[in-house]
């Protein structure tokens, strides 16, 4: 019984026993490391479930899935990294927001994820090419979208390791850079989709202004957490677990089915069997109509003689 109660004890969340926060005043404690982890398994249900969903479709069929399954599979890796107290540095808080007895500095030092950055750099464009995909707009006008989303990330990323008020310079280009794919995707786009008419227009703009709602909150939660330090790191972790599992889990799934719903060739797509397309292969000759079996035939009728 002993050692069963000795078993018991040592289970459950042992990262920050393993994995511990050195040098840092602010950092995420136990039940922020559970929430990490329980969005992991979030992100990680939801990649499973579309990934055996997809592979019971047709090959033609699975383009929507690909859209959904990337940023699941992204972000599962990136919250498992933070629950397990990795992927992180530590910066200089720029305001004295918080304080611990611990703190050997005027402006202790915070723990900050890059793990996150990392996983928003993979998982963030995603709703953007969803969202061009629905419209059928051109390639190009999918790469600017896609390259402005990743301004938002890299600049949000450099701004946390920032410890002068420079910080806030990096986090006013990546907010117009976010600012500028919404007028983007809810403008041209919008309008695209518009020609289309009918039940697809109406989706299209409640779909895309919940997550132009969502993605308007992260430039929030940046200044409340990394840039002004008036939230500790757990508060950081469950604002941002939230928004990222209906922004990125959430959203990119329902977009399966908004596609399932309306089907590939109502949003544009039409993919042929390029397997029927190709000319069929040449019949096999038999091995007596060879050339080199004709020989052999000669020679055999001259040992004959």
């Known amino acids: 019984m002993s050692e069963y109660i000795d078993l018991v004890k040592r289970g459950g969340n042992e990262a ?38 997809m592979f019971n479709k047709h090959v033609h069929e699975r383009m929507p899935y690909y859209t959904a399954i990337a940023p699941t599979f ?3 890796v990136a919250y498992f990294t933070m629950g397990s107290n990795l992927g992180w540095t530590s910066t200089q808080a720029l305001y004295n927001r918080n304080r611990v007895s611990t703190q ?4 202790g030092f915070r723990q900050v994820f890059y793990a996150r950055y990392i996983g928003w750099f993979l998982a963030f464009p995603w709703p953007v090419i969803q969202a ?29 390791l920032v410890h002068s008020q ?19 995707v809810m ?28 993605w308007g909150i992260y430039p929030l939660v940046w200044g409340l957490c990394e840039g002004g330090n008036v939230l500790v790191p757990d508060a950081e972790g469950i604002w941002y677990g939230a928004l990222d599992c ?27 069997d390029e397997e029927s397309a190709l000319p069929p292969p040449p019949a096999p000759k038999s091995p007596s109509s060879s050339p080199a079996a ?12």
């Open 246 to 272: 209906l922004l990125l889990g959430v959203m990119p799934s329902l977009f399966v089915a908004i596609a399932g719903y309306f089907g590939l060739d109502t949003l544009g797509y039409h993919f042929e």
């Open 187 to 214: 403008t041209t786009t919008r309008r695209i989709v518009k020609r289309k008419g009918g039940e697809l227009f109406k989706v299209f703009t409640c779909f895309y202004g919940v997550i132009m709602f969502f």
């Open 74 to 76: 992204s972000m599962a």
């Open 132 to 160: 061009s995909l629905m419209g059928h707009t051109s390639l190009w006008h999918l790469a600017f979208n896609v390259f402005m989303t990743e301004v938002f990330v890299i600049a949000y990323l450099i701004g946390i």
């Open 104 to 107: 050997k500095t005027h402006l």
């Open 16 to 53: 920050l026993r393993l994995n511990p926060a050195h040098g840092v005043d602010f950092h995420i404690t136990k039940g922020g490391s559970d929430w990490l982890f329980a969005a992991c398994a979030i992100f990680l249900t939801l990649a499973f479930v579309l990934t055996i969903m």
């Open 294 to 305: 004709k020989g052999l035939k000669k020679k055999f009728k001259k040992s004959k003689k």
């Open 166 to 184: 420079y910080r806030w310079g990096y986090y006013t280009v990546g907010t117009c850079a976010a600012i500028i794919v919404c007028i983007s």
